[in-house]
């Protein structure tokens, strides 16, 4: 059979089937002028790796797909049985007849980003249920002779911390379970650079991402005899699944995209997916948000409200966001251990309720949004009181409570209508609300659900992720014009499968400013920044000019108390939120640069990123001194999206002064010797905006 090539961008992945018809991979990697399509040469198929193995097929190895069926056998021996092309999206079907089975690779190109959607699709005609053990979305062979992985191991408060080091001989594991907030352990995100470590402008890399809202489980597979091959596994995790007859078992999707020459350009083209295919409203600025979390936690009433609308309209906020602690009547809501579940207005802190607010707001020239976990409740709840069958648990096992809460079961129908109802109920209620932050604040612990049969069990673990993006996907088609950021814990479930029904992200309840840099830093990598929330805060007493500096360089807004501000703090407040509507569109929407890591050998305590828009001919250069540094007129920024035939007007600001230093410089200059670093001082920062 002729080889199947799939190309996307400038790589290609292909495929062959060997004289017993089993699926072979020829390859996955960039294609060259010198190689432009992928072929076995004077090899026959028998020597290149399978693509999709199953168990039988290789033992040596763990399989891609595993199952026990009906009858107990475990050997798989999927041949191939056909292969067909619709526009953008290739299945190639593989068939065990003796197990009435099949198993559809499934690829989909998205040629104006450069970026392969891979999962599989498995179905069986068995007299009975078989059950599947490993059904990974994705199972290439790579050539990598010095591979280098970059990981994103996190915890609360510590998301998105990057680990990049070579992939020894073995098996590297990335893995996160919980269900709910698989993200606190570790992000679906990775970049592998087969050659060696590559940076921002050189170097081949691929960058892949598991598009699930579970458990991952990602690994990296070297052996001894064969050092340069690297076989990467993604899947969910646990995968264990119990599948009855003519049912289709879709596994999660993989994302891959290639880049020859570093990570910038990789940026790039994920930065234009993730805005074209995933998010909603992509091409849209964001406002600035001003959240009340951390300004009063759950100590407010409506008074307090009014005056902190008062204070984020002259700040420059345009949403003003009101976070947990406003619901519960016979449980009000005045800590974490009661009220979850009873989604109605506390009386006593909110005598006129939500429309209340929604016109308090519009008052204030606010636009108006509500914090929600729908998705928990909290023993001390008339909802739990009157369901107390409607949470996830087991029989005769203690319902181990996580942040005085227990998780929904939302595998039973009457639950997800419950959910999807009040969301409906809330924003039918008080029209005035644009923006809801959607929160989850523990995992699953004890997985069992009246809803499925004791032999089902295990399917929790799918079906409850299934489940709730069922009710997301609900939410936001019967409410199209309502924003939603994506929260648990943080930043606890941040995939590209669930962002699909949201804006954006909270990426870490961590915000001193210096650690959310770098955690931006980290995600800005595969997340454009208008996904990105980003408050300044009073974490840490930190000093909330570099704080502004810091948040603006994603999607800005505050969580503060303005009443709080001395007069110099609110007019850099001010001065943030002035200068970031007049570069939002940049930052949001343009080319991000990453020109100067933060810890980066020789940095000098810098760190440095811009957004250009080319079209436009602007651009915005953020600088921040993370320590104290020589700097002066000894250190420069690159400056290496400039046009070599443009002259610029530069005007070089602070959030502390409302002085500018103005000056031109020629396109080629920029080029060749960069800008001149001003500053030396800890944790401040200096804005450059450019017009040519």
């Known amino acids: 059979m002729t080889a199947i090539e799939i190309a996307v961008g400038d790589a290609a992945i292909s495929f062959e089937a060997d004289r017993v018809g089993a699926l072979r991979q020829l390859g996955f990697r960039l294609r060259t002028p010198e190689e432009p399509r992928i072929d076995r040469g004077p090899f026959p198929p028998e020597a290149f790796p399978l693509a999709y193995p199953a168990w039988g097929q290789d033992v040596s190895q763990p399989p891609a797909f595993r199952l026990s069926s009906h009858d107990g056998r475990q050997t798989c021996y999927p041949e191939l049985a056909g292969y067909e092309h619709s526009g953008d999206e290739h299945r190639i079907r593989l068939a065990d007849e003796q197990l009435a089975l099949t198993v559809d690779v499934c690829l989909r190109v998205h040629p104006a980003e450069g970026v392969l959607e891979q999962w599989a699709e498995i179905r069986h005609d068995q007299p009975g249920a078989v059950t599947l053990h490993a059904a990974a979305a994705a199972t290439p062979m790579l050539h990598a ?21 070579p992939v020894p001989v ?79 078992f879709v596994t999660p999707h993989m994302f891959w995209a290639w880049s020859a020459d570093g990570t910038r350009p990789l940026t790039h083209r994920l930065h234009r997916f993730v805005r074209r295919h995933v998010i909603r409203d992509g091409q849209r600025v964001r406002p600035i948000v001003f959240n009340t979390w951390e300004a009063t936690f759950f100590a407010f009433d409506q008074a307090r409200l009014e005056r902190m609308m008062a204070g984020a309209a002259h700040l420059g906020a345009e949403m003003f966001l009101l976070d947990d602690g406003w619901f519960g009547t016979e449980f009000p809501r005045a800590d974490d251990h009661a009220g979850l579940g009873d989604w109605e207005a ?27 976990e729908p998705e928990m409740v909290n023993p001390a709840s008339q909802l739990y009181r ?38 409906d109920r809330i924003l039918a209620g008080a029209p005035g609300i644009s923006y809801l932050k959607w929160d989850a604040n523990r995992d699953i612990s004890e997985p069992g659900s009246d809803e499925l049969p004791a032999d089902r069990q295990q399917n929790l673990w799918t079906d409850t992720v299934r489940a709730r993006w069922q009710v997301m996907a609900a939410v936001a088609d019967r409410w199209p014009d309502t924003e939603l950021m994506l929260c648990a814990s943080g930043g606890g479930r941040t995939d590209l499968g669930t962002l699909r029904w949201f804006h954006e992200v909270w990426l870490s309840d961590n915000t001193d400013a210096a650690t959310r840099l770098r955690m931006q830093w980290h995600a800005s990598q595969f997340l454009p920044p208008q996904v990105i929330a980003a408050h300044v805060t009073r974490w840490g007493g930190q000093d909330l000019a570099f704080a502004c500096a810091v ?24 001065r943030a939120a002035t200068i970031y509507r007049e570069v939002r569109d940049l930052v949001q929407l343009g080319d991000e640069f990453r020109l100067i890591a933060p810890d980066a050998p020789g940095s000098e305590g810098r760190a440095a990123l811009a957004f250009n828009a080319p079209a436009a001919r602007r651009a915005v250069l953020f600088g921040y001194q993370l320590a104290a540094g020589n700097g002066g007129s000894t250190a420069t920024c690159p400056v290496p999206w400039a046009a070599e035939d443009l002259v610029y007007r ?43």
């Open 346 to 372: 506390d009386p006593a802190k909110l005598p006129a309720g939500l429309p209340g607010l929604t016109s308090a707001a519009d008052r204030h020239g606010l636009r108006f949004g509500l914090w929600v």
């Open 650 to 692: 530069i005007r070089q600001v602070t959030l502390t002064s409302e002085d500018e230093i103005v000056t031109e410089r020629a396109g080629a200059s920029l080029l060749s010797e960069g800008i001149t670093w001003p500053l030396t001082a800890e944790r401040t920062a200096v804005l450059w905006l450019f017009n040519g």
């Open 386 to 423: 009157s369901h107390p069958d409607w949470v996830v648990s087991e029989p005769a096992r203690p319902r181990r409570e996580e942040r005085h809460q227990l998780v929904l079961d939302l595998c039973r129908p009457q639950v997800r209508e419950f959910v999807t109802g009040t969301i």
């Open 551 to 574: 948040a603006m360089s994603a999607r800005f807004g505050f969580d503060l108390d303005p009443a709080t501000l001395s007069p110099d703090e609110r007019a850099a407040c001010r």
């Open 170 to 248: 073995g098996t590297t594991t990335i893995q996160s379970l919980g269900a709910v907030r698989p993200g606190l352990q570790a992000c679906p995100f990775f970049s592998l650079a087969p050659d060696g470590p590559a940076t921002e402008d050189t170097g081949t890399v691929l960058a892949g991402s598991l598009a699930w809202g579970g458990g991952i489980r990602l690994s990296f597979e070297r052996r001894i005899a064969q050092p340069a091959q690297l076989r990467v596994r993604c899947g969910q995790q646990p995968a264990s699944y119990v599948l009855d007859p003519g049912v289709v």
């Open 145 to 165: 002779p010095t591979p280098w992985l970059t990981r994103f191991d996190s915890d609360w408060a510590a998301e998105w911390s990057a680990v990049a080091a």
